[in-house]
């Protein structure tokens, strides 16, 4: 232990008490810290998971933060985790109003608004796609005839992430076809509960050929720390953009991972990220880098699990410290290769089940695979899904190893999925 105090309290805002929530509450509880939830699982009861949740609106960021620090009056809290997109502007202002370090309000609220960020670093002078937005009532035909875009290009939500909605069209009809399914999307019940204000636009970018990495940082007091850079060694191409593996440390150029890391530094500086965790999505083409996405959270899922730096401790373990205010910049990952593959759902339907899992698990470099899909659990595809059958872990001497390895198991699972709901 580094020296977090016994008994500072912890408070871990999250819209569910998923995998990734639990990794969190296993490192708080290694620092021996107080653990409160605050959550919009419920907002009708006070406590409604009898874990002694603060009920809070992620919609209505302002209100929420007020919750927290009139709670705080009489149970004072020490540090704030926000696990996902929503938590991260009510965790900001709380933050703020507590005196607590963390990310600036307008900050966060920018990270999560796709056309607001790329504003921003465009002004900046930094390389983003070029952009525009459309209501989400337009009709695509008359935009796509009105001669403004440019092919190929990709369609995408404002604000919903993981690649969720997002969608490349090479010609006019595949252009209204994209904008239409994306409309049925951000129309659906599922995503109008969230009250998002950006669900109201659909933005359109040039598509950007490129090599595409995945950075995990932390900004301390404005300066950026590069804690990883993932490759993505699968080409995403479209039409859809479903992520599978991430392999760190990267294959890239020193030179170029230098410039990747100067690239994000400018990118703070103008998003006005101040102290704590973010994950940067660009694209690498020849000597210029490309930023798709900053946002001012951790890396999601259980992605993170791959990762480890000075004396074992997990990214999870690491955030705490960080938002605790204890020194933890100095702590590199370690030097082992390591990588995460996040198993793609293959078609619509219902999961039945996996065969094979245990040969898969006996590959060379497998660490663990976590099925994280529940029996009789409706399953989307990308790219109107939001989740994952589960995730497969490797460590070996060589990203190529690890590639290997988790591409190996990946073959050897037989997941069983039926092609209609059940007959009850």
Not at 300 to 328: T, W, Y
Request: charge should be neutral; aromatic fraction near 6%.
């Amino acid at each position: 232990m580094i020296g977090a105090s016994q008994q500072k309290r912890l408070l871990v805002l999250c819209t569910t008490t998923g995998y990734q929530t639990c990794a969190f509450i296993e490192a708080a509880q290694k620092l021996g810290l107080s653990i409160t939830f605050g959550t919009d699982r419920c907002h009708v009861l006070d406590d409604p998971w009898q874990d002694g949740a603060l009920p809070l609106r992620f919609e209505d960021p302002e209100a929420s933060a007020q919750r927290i620090c009139d709670f705080a009056a009489s149970h004072p809290l020490d540090a704030i985790v926000s696990i996902g997109d929503r938590p991260t502007s009510t965790g900001a202002r709380a933050c703020h109003k507590l005196g607590l370090r963390g990310h600036p309000p307008e900050a966060t609220d920018i990270c999560r608004d796709k056309y607001r960020s790329r504003e921003r670093l465009r002004d900046a002078g930094l390389s983003v796609p070029a952009f525009k937005r459309f209501p989400l009532h337009s009709n695509p035909r008359p935009v796509v005839a009105s001669g403004e875009i440019t092919f190929p290009c990709v369609l995408k939500p404002l604000a919903l992430s993981g690649s969720r909605g997002v969608i490349r069209a090479d010609t006019p009809e595949e252009f209204v076809q994209a904008f239409e399914r994306i409309q049925k999307l951000l129309r659906s019940p599922e995503v109008g509960v969230l009250r998002e204000e950006t669900s109201e636009f659909i933005q359109v970018e040039n598509y950007i050929d490129g090599l595409e990495i995945a950075v995990e940082g932390l900004a301390d007091r404005g300066k950026l720390k590069v804690l990883a850079i993932f490759d993505k060694p699968d080409p995403l191409v479209g039409p859809f953009f479903e992520e599978t593996i991430y392999v760190t440390p990267s294959r890239l150029e020193p030179s170029i991972q230098a410039e990747v890391a100067r690239t994000l530094q400018r990118a703070v500086d103008a998003l006005g990220l101040f102290h704590g965790p973010l994950h940067a999505e660009l694209r690498v083409k020849g000597k210029c880098n490309w930023i798709l996405e900053i946002a001012a959270r951790p890396i999601g899922g259980l992605c993170a699990r791959s990762l480890r730096f000075g004396n074992g401790i997990s990214l999870e373990e690491l955030i705490i410290r960080h938002a605790l205010d204890e020194p933890v910049t100095h702590l590199g990952r370690e030097e082992a290769s390591s990588g995460v593959m996040m198993i793609p759902i293959p078609q619509e339907g219902i999961y039945k089940g996996v065969e094979q899992l245990e040969q898969a698990a006996q590959v060379p470099g497998i660490e663990a695979i976590e099925i994280t899909a529940k029996l009789r659990q409706k399953l989307v595809p990308l790219p109107e899904g939001s989740s994952y059958l589960g995730f497969i872990f490797a460590r070996g001497d060589s990203p190529q190893y690890v590639d290997s390895a988790l591409r190996e198991a990946h073959r050897k699972l037989r997941f069983v999925i039926s092609s209609s709901l059940p007959v009850v």
